[in-house]
Every structure is written in structure tokens, then in C-alpha cells.
T-cell receptor
Framework: DTGVSQNPRHKITKRGQNVTFRCDPISEHNRLYWYRQTLGQGPEFLTYFQNEAQLEKSRLLSDRFSAERPKGSFSTLEIQRTEQGDSAMYLC?????????????FGPGTRLLVL | AQKITQTQPGMFVQEKEAVTLDCTYDTSDPSYGLFWYKQPSSGEMIFLIY??????QNATEGRYSLNFQKARKSANLVISASQLGDSAMYFC??????????FGKGTMLLVSP
């Protein structure tokens, strides 16, 4: 299977702990996106990369959040000092072309529960 | 600002019937793309269909078609011959050249035997 993969699929943590999620995009895709989805809502954009460059960050991405994409391949999303409000599904997506409305293909997501 | 509105929280349909899921959008950008995604209970967002703002014909993909009415700013998804496996959340989304998707709140579709 050559789709987008995310690990872990589920994470339970205590408030105040740090967590890190990983996303492996489809291999030929140079754009990678992170979204957050809370219960009963559609996904909300967090940030995206073109190759290794982080091109845009949402206001939702507080200082406790950091994302990286070293070497333009996989990406990590770290949340420091987690809060209960961070509980959500974190979705990663990738797309191929940088210059047009190109379809984003999503991974299975990481469900985070902060106790 | 871009906005997607899905006014149907839930829809029920019997197997083999057709169903229309509503989506209206708002943008001042003349160039945009409209997408529909399916999200089963497992959580993965599955791409269904795409319509570009300059496309002259409505998009179709198998049992899925997009009823695009540009003047009304609507992009309704039509599923023909519903199947039990179609039961899921359905999200309408828009991309306006800033490379990010803006999603609606979704519609839960339940298909009964």
C-alpha cells in the first residue's frame, strides 16, 4: 500500500506531557498538510510544507505546536505541554502538484486523548 | 474568507436509492476547487470527487456526481444507487489557491437495507 501513513493511530497522554506524531506521505508528493478535527466538526488546517519548507501556519497552531519535515520526506507534529483541549484527530494529507487545486490524499489520522 | 456550509446534519436513505447531499460555498476568489470526501467510522478521509470553478461540465466518478451550480454557489453531491457501505460522514471542502482546504461540518449518511 502506497497511501499516506500515520503513526501512532491512537495516543492517550496525561495533561502536560509532550507527544509527537509522524506522517509519511505518498512518495512522489511534495506537499504535506496537517489538519486537526474535533468531534462533530470538519478538519481544520494547521500547517503545510512544500518539500522541507513550512509555507503556512494557521492561527490554530499555538507556540506549543511545532511541525517539521526534514529532507522533504516524512513529517512530525509535536505538541508540548498537552492540554485537554488538544484532544482531537490529527490528520495528515499530501498532494503532488504545488501550483493548482490538486487533490489532497489523507492518512488514517492519529486520535489524541489528553486526560 | 472562504466558507463551506452543509445544512444537513444527517440523511437517511434506503439501499439502491439516490441521495443528494447539499453544499454551499462562499468565496471572492474566481478560481477555486470543490471537493467531496467520505469519512467512515475508521477516521480516514477518502477523496470522492473534484470540481474546478472553470469546469464546464459537472464532475462524475462512478456512482458519484457533483451538481455544480456556480451562480448559486452550490456543489451538491449526488450518490446514485446507495449501498450499505456508503454509510459515513461526508464533507464538502474548497481550495482557493492558498493550497489549504476549508471544510464544512459534514453530513452523516445512513443507508438502510
Amino acid at each position: 500500500d502506497t497511501g499516506v501513513s500515520q503513526n501512532p493511530r491512537h495516543k492517550i497522554t496525561k495533561r502536560g506531557q509532550n507527544v509527537t506524531f509522524r506522517c509519511d506521505p505518498i512518495s512522489e508528493h511534495n506537499r504535506l498538510y496537517w489538519y486537526r478535527q474535533t468531534l462533530g466538526q470538519g478538519p481544520e488546517f494547521l500547517t503545510y510544507f512544500q518539500n522541507e519548507a513550512q509555507l503556512e501556519k494557521s492561527r490554530l497552531l499555538s507556540d506549543r505546536f511545532s511541525a517539521e519535515r526534514p529532507k522533504g520526506s516524512f513529517s512530525t507534529l509535536e505538541i508540548q505541554r498537552t492540554e485537554q483541549g488538544d484532544s482531537a484527530m490529527y490528520l495528515c494529507a499530501s498532494s503532488e502538484q504545488p501550483s493548482s487545486a490538486e487533490t489532497q490524499y489523507f492518512g488514517p489520522g492519529t486520535r489524541l486523548l489528553v486526560l | 474568507a472562504q466558507k463551506i456550509t452543509q445544512t444537513q446534519p444527517g440523511m437517511f436513505v434506503q439501499e439502491k436509492e439516490a441521495v443528494t447531499l447539499d453544499c454551499t460555498y462562499d468565496t471572492s476568489d474566481p478560481s477555486y476547487g470543490l471537493f467531496w470526501y467520505k469519512q467512515p467510522s475508521s477516521g480516514e478521509m477518502i477523496f470522492l470527487i473534484y470540481q474546478g470553478s472553470y469546469d464546464q461540465q459537472n464532475a462524475t466518478e462512478g456512482r458519484y456526481s457533483l451538481n455544480f451550480q456556480k451562480a448559486r454557489k452550490s456543489a451538491n453531491l449526488v450518490i446514485s444507487a446507495s449501498q450499505l457501505g456508503d454509510s459515513a460522514m461526508y464533507f464538502c471542502a474548497m481550495e482557493t489557491g492558498y493550497s489549504t482546504l476549508t471544510f464544512g461540518k459534514g453530513t452523516m449518511l445512513l443507508v438502510s437495507p
